[in-house]
């Protein structure tokens, strides 16, 4: 999060209220949501939420500019008799035991040694299988033992494959399995940074993950070139984090983002209904052009285009017909645009390679990789930004990078200097529901000053 000031009414929503608001954004978690509030996701609608949101901000301008506060109210001090709970089990009853499994060793041992029954721990074994199966299990990570007092052995074992999920395995009198979804909460948060050397930077030093500014990247894909940002470029957005009990664990969709660097102000917001999902511009074209500008993210340009290019391993000027972009090895390559496989093979100078027909005008070549993804064969159709495989440095290649090739009617060109169409828009049906939603996200997204700036609250909504 970036530095917002005290007055800033999304961070307030995101601390002081966040129990209330989370439950109305419930309503519009992504389908990948284990929260309870799940099922209200369809009902729900963006408006909803910000229909709250703003009776929040509002009312708290009203109490700060009439400078009244609430009235104190005679505070009553009720003990606590009510348990508390942990994985479900009162805690004051129990004796909670962390343990980690070695890498030679499995549940069975632990569970022997606890003093398990061996009938049970095959019983388990088996009903595991159908559920997560107690061999998946993996070395050094944490298992927590539940008893009723440490001299005992262990009633529960419980399991957490991830942050969102623990596994339940009762052992004691019934050998059964409970798996628990955690209710987690979604919040609006906000971030703003100023570009010193790369957008990379700039959202990392803004306590951004990877997966936020890989959407950054999806967002801007056909307006902003993340491989030319200039010093100065600066960018808003807010997005969604999801918090257990009061802690982050992920974070979700950019709902809104503007870019703003010699060219403009760039805008793009995420819509999603049910046959549309990704971030469109404010006319409701989508952001993602008909090809992506690279096939790596997160990469750099190692060498260019060049048809008078000195070749480093062959020592004379032969052109350098492709874009090279270097990356570990192992980093993913996206099929940069739908189309069908033509090639997925090898020869001496591409190493492993995979040539993709776009349409009757565009292909596309990706050379010396490590790995060719699984399925990716002559013939199979592919979408943009689909995995095809992984950099590496097979053929002839001097380091780890991908070499990528852009063919336009047979012939090789520098697919930097051309200018493709935008895909077609929404359809007229859409475009009323997408400029709702579109302007209740701009609406917050305005409230969040780039750094430096005040809040704009000129960003007009003209509908074609
Ligand atoms: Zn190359």
């Known amino acids: 999060m970036g530095e917002i000031p005290i007055f800033y009414p999304l961070y307030l929503i995101s601390v002081s209220s966040s129990a209330k608001i989370s439950l109305i954004l419930g309503g519009f978690n992504k ?17 909803n939420i910000c ?62 040694y606890q003093g398990i029954a061996w009938d049970s721990i095959l019983k388990l074994d088996q009903i595991s299988s159908n559920v997560f199966s107690i061999r998946k299990f993996r070395a050094k990570k944490p298992i927590t033992l539940v008893k009723e007092n440490e001299c005992e052995a262990p009633l529960c074992v419980i399991y957490e494959p991830n942050k969102f999920t623990f596994i339940k395995y009762f052992i004691k009198d019934k050998v059964k399995i409970d798996v628990v979804k955690r209710d987690y909460d979604i919040v609006i948060e906000s971030a703003a940074g100023e570009i010193t050397s790369s957008l990379w930077g700039a959202m990392q030093e803004n306590g951004l993950g990877n997966d936020i500014i890989d959407k950054m990247e999806d967002a801007f894909a056909s307006s902003v070139d993340f491989y030319h940002t200039q010093k100065g470029d600066k960018f808003k957005l807010i997005y969604e984090r999801k918090y257990i009990d009061g802690k982050s664990v992920d974070t979700g969709e950019i709902l809104a983002a503007s870019y703003k660097n010699e060219q403009g102000e760039h805008h793009a917001v995420f819509y999603e209904n049910e046959n549309y999902e990704g971030f469109y511009d404010l006319e409701g074209h989508p952001a993602l052009g008909k090809f ?33 972009y270097a990356a570990p090895i192992g980093t993913p390559i996206y099929a940069v645009g739908s189309g069908v496989i033509e090639v997925a093979g090898y020869t001496k100078n591409n190493g492993k390679y995979v040539k993709i027909r776009h349409d009757d005008v565009y292909k596309t070549q990706y050379l010396h990789m ?54 077609d828009p929404l359809p007229a049906d859409q ?24 809040p704009n609250n000129t960003l007009a909504f003209n509908n074609p």
């Open 31 to 47: 389908k990948t949501s284990q929260s309870r509030y799940t099922v209200k996701r369809k009902e729900a609608s963006i408006l």
């Open 51 to 112: 229909i709250v949101i703003s009776a929040v901000i509002a009312g708290y301008f009203i109490l700060h500019y009439l400078n009244v506060s609430e009235t104190p109210q005679e505070e009553t001090v009720i003990e606590s008799v009510e348990p508390e709970y942990k994985y479900g089990f009162d805690k004051n009853a129990h004796h909670f035991e962390k343990h980690t499994l070695g890498f030679n060793q499995n549940l069975g041992d632990l569970l022997l």
């Open 292 to 324: 992506l500008r690279a096939p790596l993210k997160n990469s750099r340009i190692s060498s260019r285009y060049n048809l008078r290019r000195f070749h480093p391993i062959k020592k004379r000027t032969i052109p350098h017909l492709g874009t090279d």
């Open 370 to 423: 490590n790995r060719i993804a699984p399925g990716i064969k002559k013939g199979v159709r592919v979408k943009q930004g689909q995995k095809i495989g992984e950099v590496g440095k097979t053929g002839l290649a001097t380091g780890p990078h991908v070499c990528f090739r852009f063919w336009k009617n047979g012939k090789q060109v520098n697919h930097l200097r051309l200018n493709f169409p935008p895909q």
């Open 431 to 454: 475009l009323e529901d997408f400029f709702k939603k579109r302007d209740v996200l701009l609406n917050i997204l305005n409230q969040v000053p780039y750094p430096n700036e005040e």
